[in-house]
């Protein structure tokens, strides 16, 4: 890059200080063109994205004051041309085709090597879509098989509360965590106890941490 070329943006948000301080030096040092910054909310991500139009974003997507999936469509609206990548402990199989369904240009597993997110923001500001042989696998599969039932049709926000029950937080937690009303988060588990054909709120808590567990097994940390 000439060095009179003004480096491009590139947001990093992650609420662990250590990932967002790795991420930032491999940038510094790999994709000398960018001028990383770092924030740890939702809200920081928000107002630096409105502010500085990034070109690129690396988001986690469990953060303490935000669902990460609604941050990606936030941040998509206040920087219409910005490339995110999502770059999260969440299992790929779970959260990968959600993720990209709410404009994420890529999603990469923490656990993936480090080098893995150079490649990855080398393929979305080139204007592609980046995914694991796991993730590309699994959203042909879901394509060739549409989900008409069960969890796969739970909207996103029905996503989260499932999460957040098999995490074992109470109905109020939950609603102070996604800021909606305890009543809402009441209509979501019944509209879930219907999709997944559980008859009360107790077999869809079974049901949500049998489902957590099995996440966990399949690489989720």
């Not at 491999?26 to 000398?32: A, D, F, G, H, N």
């Not at 609604?70 to 969440?90: G, H, N, W, Y």
């Not at 709410?102 to 597993?109: E, P, R, S």
């Not at 039932?149 to 937690?173: N, P």
Request: neutral net charge.
């Amino acid at each position: 890059m000439s060095s009179l070329e003004p480096k491009r943006d590139l947001l990093i948000v992650d609420d662990h200080p250590i990932i967002t301080l790795a991420v930032k030096s491999l940038v510094e040092t790999m994709l000398t063109n960018y001028e990383p910054h770092t924030v740890h909310t939702a809200a920081a991500a928000l107002e630096m994205a409105g502010r500085c139009k990034p070109a690129i974003a690396v988001v986690d997507i469990s953060l303490p004051d935000g669902d990460g999936l609604d941050l990606v469509r936030r941040i998509k609206e206040a920087a219409p041309t910005c490339a995110v990548l999502v770059f999260s402990m969440q299992n790929e199989l779970q959260y990968g085709a959600r993720a990209l369904k709410a404009g994420a240009n890529g999603y990469l597993m923490k656990g993936d090597k480090v080098s893995a997110v150079v490649d990855a923001i080398r393929k979305i500001e080139s204007g592609g879509m980046y995914a694991s042989p796991a993730l590309a696998e699994e959203l042909l599969r879901n394509v060739a098989k549409p989900a008409n039932s069960g969890i796969e049709t739970f909207s996103d926000r029905e996503y989260q509360v499932f999460r957040l029950l098999a995490e074992g937080h109470s109905t109020k937690e939950i609603a102070l965590r996604l800021k909606i009303s305890t009543k809402t988060v009441d209509s979501h588990i019944e509209h879930m106890k219907v999709k997944v054909g559980c008859s009360n709120k107790t077999e869809l808590l079974l049901q949500a941490r049998d489902w957590w567990r099995s996440t966990q097994g399949q690489g989720a940390s």
